[in-house]
């Protein structure tokens, strides 16, 4: 148990489907992270949000969409995938993005599949 | 251009066996992080290190900061199946975001 919870574990979804996932820290941490991990590619960073607010985004297509509506919890919103978003995506967070020693805790992720 | 580079990428051993895995960079990072990931769940966090030079042992797992804080080794002695997983290092930079390494897929054969 990391303090960090995602829900869905797994979905399927068509390329029609509108989805969301969810994240929830219990570490009382003010940054929160979305990322990708695709099969044989490293981690990859997609949205962060700092005391609610988006402060990168990380060239990704608008067919995510991030949520914070306060600081402990995180949704993805997705509309009208591709197959190749196929993928697990995991949800992080962090005291501080500026603290030095900062430290990341990963929730254990939800696996999208697009049909 | 990948920031963080983990050598090696697979790694295949026999129980028993001592094993390091490598962890660098041409930055410099203000700490860096270890994760060990098993299949189908999220990376869990090992260690954090620091300080250039640093040491940390976690039962059979040594890890070293190097002194520069540009690279890092995570050495496990008398490897064990629950050893089996991805290793990734992360490094933070102060007002910048994680990067993570490229990983290392370790297998443990019984």
């Known amino acids: 148990e990391t303090g960090v919870t995602q829900t869905p574990r797994h979905l399927v979804m068509g390329m029609t489907n509108k989805k969301s996932l969810k994240c929830e820290q219990h570490?009382?941490?003010?940054?929160m992270y979305w990322y990708k991990q695709s099969a044989k590619k490293p981690l990859e960073l997609m949205f962060v949000y700092s005391l609610e607010e988006r402060v990168e985004n990380n060239s990704v297509p608008s067919r995510f969409s991030p949520e914070c509506p306060n600081s402990s919890h995180l949704f993805l919103h997705l509309h009208t995938l591709q197959p190749e978003d196929s993928a697990l995506y995991l949800c992080?967070?962090?005291?501080?993005?500026?603290?030095?020693?900062?430290?990341?805790?990963f929730g254990e992720g939800s696996w999208l599949t697009v049909v | 251009t990948q920031l963080l580079e983990q050598s090696p990428q697979f790694l295949s051993i026999q129980e028993g066996e001592n094993l390091t895995v490598y962890c660098n960079s041409s930055?410099?990072?203000?700490?860096l992080q270890w994760y060990r990931q098993e299949p189908g769940e999220g990376p869990v966090l090992l260690v954090t290190?620091?300080?250039?030079?640093e040491v940390k042992k976690l039962k059979r797992l040594t890890f070293q900061f190097g002194d520069a804080r540009k690279d890092s080794s995570l050495h496990i002695t008398a490897a064990q199946p629950g050893d089996t997983g991805l290793y990734l290092c992360?490094?933070?930079?102060?007002?910048?975001?994680?990067?993570f390494g490229t990983g290392t897929s370790l297998t443990v054969i019984p």
């Open positions: 992080a967070s962090s005291q501080d993005r500026t603290v030095s020693g900062n430290t990341i805790y």
């Open positions: 992360a490094g933070a930079r102060t007002g910048n975001q994680f990067y």
């Open positions: 290190v620091v300080t250039g030079g």
């Open positions: 930055s410099v990072f203000s700490s």
């Open positions: 570490l009382g941490h003010n940054a």
